[in-house]
């Protein structure tokens, strides 16, 4: 648990955790003596205090065995044996023995509200590291109960779920974590959403599943997240110009991990009369050695393919530019500018796709805002890319999966 070896270093550094001895003035008030180390032990406790700062946690620990067996000890001395035998074992690494000592230290009753809510908090960590979940668990509540629970404190308790498999309260708490980390102006830890995506998993909800993963992608923006949401969403696909579309997002994010994928989107692609744009990801695929041994042969194949119809679109372009200027709908002009694209021309793939929409008649209105955006991502014009793909969003009868991922890709990569 890496946020509890965080806070447990932070234990082991606070003025807590090692109090300065109080000194033995004859004329303190009764009040003042109450909170001072009796004189019984303050042989044994300066001992103790000058091994914890030289570092000898086992002499520390001596000295205080030998404190706590003084006769005529009070409260508050138990609590400070309790605080350095806490501390020692912290620096020994024997969080069960601290936790025990803090356990000591509370159960003598001399804490104010605010050193008894750190010791809580000192005791929930220890417990959690300790793998005691239950008495971790008890803590944890007592924090959130007293309203001091930090958004961290509350990742914590939905960790302990998980790791003792109850996965609904793990996703209750993880929610909650999250919701706190939202309140207080923080970006939610990834690992809270982890919880939640390994729940949904072992539930076999999908639903959940690509919901996390969309949190995830939010959050943090990582390829692994895209890519295993858009695998999950291309599983349930049935009409291939969504696949393509999806496929189409895993490309620009650079989230394709296998040379299938790529293949797929070609023979895709080319299925459109893409060919441009199909070279393009074949070649992506060779260069980054995403192709199998075994189907470089029938990849090749494909890829010649794609070059030699590419070859004769680029020919064609002057020709089909000038059949697009003439046709009063605005059709012609998208296709065309979605060749434009295929070959790297991305001025004139915006200027004709532009003038298509604006033209009105395009049968598929969701492909020309996306090759606009994507035209715009290339020319760094970010803004009108961002509004390209908004217009996605008045398109009717469109995938409300697809507009979910360009709705990602526009917030996360643009």
Not at 84 to 109: H, M, P, V
Not at 238 to 251: G, I, P, S
Request: charged share 25%.
């Amino acid at each position: 648990m890496s946020q509890v070896k965080t806070a447990i270093r932070a234990i082991a550094l606070s003025a807590f955790a090692v109090v300065a001895l109080a000194s033995f003035s004859s004329s303190a008030t009764a009040a003042e003596k109450e909170k001072q180390i009796s004189r019984v032990i303050g042989k044994e406790m300066a001992a103790a205090q000058k091994a914890l700062q030289a570092g000898q946690w086992a002499e520390a620990l001596k000295n205080c065995d030998a404190a706590a067996g003084k006769s005529g000890i009070n409260n508050f001395d138990k609590s400070k044996i309790a605080e350095f035998r806490g501390f020692a074992y912290i620096k020994q690494g024997n969080y069960k023995g601290a936790l025990g000592a803090y356990e000591d230290a509370l159960g003598t009753g001399v804490y104010g509200p605010e050193e008894t809510l750190k010791t809580e908090r000192t005791i929930f960590t220890l417990a959690a590291s300790a793998q005691q979940y239950s008495k971790a668990l008890e803590y944890g509540k007592k924090l959130v109960d007293s309203g001091a629970a930090t958004n961290n404190d509350l990742g914590v308790i939905a960790q302990l779920y998980y790791v003792t498999k109850d996965c609904k309260n793990a996703v209750t708490w993880a929610d909650k974590a999250i919701s706190a980390s939202r309140k207080a102006g923080e970006a939610p830890k990834e690992q809270f959403y982890q919880f939640k995506l390994s729940c949904a998993s072992n539930a076999n909800d999908n639903a959940a599943v690509v919901a996390t993963l969309e949190d995830l992608v939010r959050v943090t923006n990582k390829n692994e997240y895209w890519n295993n949401l858009i695998r999950m969403l291309i599983q349930d696909e049935k009409e291939d110009r969504n696949l393509l579309m999806m496929y189409r997002v895993m490309y620009n994010v650079n989230a394709m991990s296998a040379g299938n994928y790529y293949v797929e989107m070609a023979q895709l692609l080319l299925d459109q009369a893409l060919p441009g744009e199909a070279q393009a990801v074949l070649e992506k695929a060779f260069a980054n050695n995403m192709i199998k041994d075994d189907q470089k042969d029938r990849t090749n194949r494909l890829l010649n393919m794609a070059k030699g119809r590419a070859d004769t679109d680029r020919k064609g372009l002057p020709q089909f530019d000038a059949e697009a200027a003439k046709n009063k709908a605005g059709e012609a002009s998208v296709k065309t500018g979605e060749v434009y694209y295929g070959v790297g021309d991305y001025q004139n793939a915006v200027k004709l796709i532009q003038a298509g929409i604006d033209k009105g008649q395009v049968k598929h209105l969701d492909e020309a805002y996306v090759y606009l955006g994507l035209s715009q991502v290339q020319l760094k014009n970010n803004a009108d890319a961002k509004k390209a793909f908004e217009k996605l969003k008045s398109v009717p009868n469109m995938s409300p999966r697809v507009l979910k991922l360009w709705d990602l890709y526009a917030d996360r990569q643009i």
